[in-house]
């Protein structure tokens, strides 16, 4: 075989798989259509290591978020990657909303998160004056994390483990052959060339299923559903009135968990993502200027301070969500294929949040996946 292993997408969770299997493996290639490493969902998300507060039990989501927080920490301390482990509050702003997070928190505690405490309106002014709330929930191990700088450090220590980083090159066939697969990749001159490899790992983020199509599978319930989340910043001066993750409390209704505050390692403070699915999986990242009155009437029951021309619109990201509009929450889907006879094939589908939180422990998963397999 040409390659041993290939890894197809370089976002967080393709270099974090990089890194961690090159230190074992040798001839490790990781393919990236793009120029760069993070040009797509891995550079437009709200940068949160999550504490895994609302996951379902028995969960990939709920157990690779709390395995992967600590060893995302960890991992920023060992190569200096800047976090902030500043916390997070969820806030009751009515007598109503205090049922609802104290469900949250029986949530949290179920999966084994044992730290988050419920906070009265003294306790809550003592971390964020400016917040209006009656209750809250404080969840003391969720922080941010420059997400660019993570990858770069992933990719930095895959090079130096002898993986071999390639850009600006699409994968557009599979063929599975004896022992392996043919793997075909046209280059940013359009020059397209075939290689061989025993393993192929599918991290290819929002086109994962038409990875998966390659080899023949097919699956309705593993259709990605582009999903787009806009954000609107807080201008300064009043950016500077908020020093943790604000979020609101989740509404049976609503598709995600409702327009939140977070703050990122810059200083800059947005409002969002909201939820939208987009009709067609197109990469439409437009921002709709319209929605500001509605972020604003969101945020405004827990930011008083707030006014409608303090925000603007900041940016978008598409989130790859196997589930349909209105359908449950689906856990990530990371399985090697031998039961479909595609032995050695790894697919990473559904890799929505908390992704970037797990990536540490969605590469020693994968590892261990692979180590499986010879
Ligand atoms: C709005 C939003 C907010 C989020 N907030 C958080 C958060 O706060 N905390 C958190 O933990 N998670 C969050 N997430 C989730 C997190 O961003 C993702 O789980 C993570 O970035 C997924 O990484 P990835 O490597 O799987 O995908 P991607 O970053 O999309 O990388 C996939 C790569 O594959 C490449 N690729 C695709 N097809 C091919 C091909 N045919 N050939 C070669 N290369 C290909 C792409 O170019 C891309 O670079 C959020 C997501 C969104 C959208």
Redesign the pocket.
Known sequence: MDAEIII????????AIAEKISEKYSNVFI????LT??????????????AGIYYTRESLKARL?LEGKPLLYEYCNKYSVPYNNCGKLIVATSGEEIPVIEGIKQNAKAIGLDDIITIDARQIAELEPEVFAVKALWSPSTGIID?HSLMKQFETNSINNGCQVVYG????AIVKIPGGYEVS?TDADGNTFSFTTSVVIN??????D??AEMVGIREESLRIHF?K?E?FRINPPKNKLIKRLIYPVPHREMEGIGIHV?IDMGGGVKL??DVKYLDSNVYDYRLTPSKQKDFYRSAKKFLPFLEEDDIAPEM?????KIQKPGEAQKDFYIMEESDRALPRFIN?IG?????????VSIANYVRNMLNNCF
């Open positions: 197809i997408g370089a976002g967080v969770i393709g270099l393919i990236e259509k793009h490493f993070g040009q797509e969902t891995s550079s437009r998300n709200s940068e949160v290591i999550h978020c997400s090159s699409e994968v557009t990749v991290s290819a983020g929002l086109t994962s038409k990875i999903c989340g954000y977070t969002g993502p978008a990201g598409i989130r790859p990473l890799m929505e949040s908390p992704g970037l939180t797990s990536s």
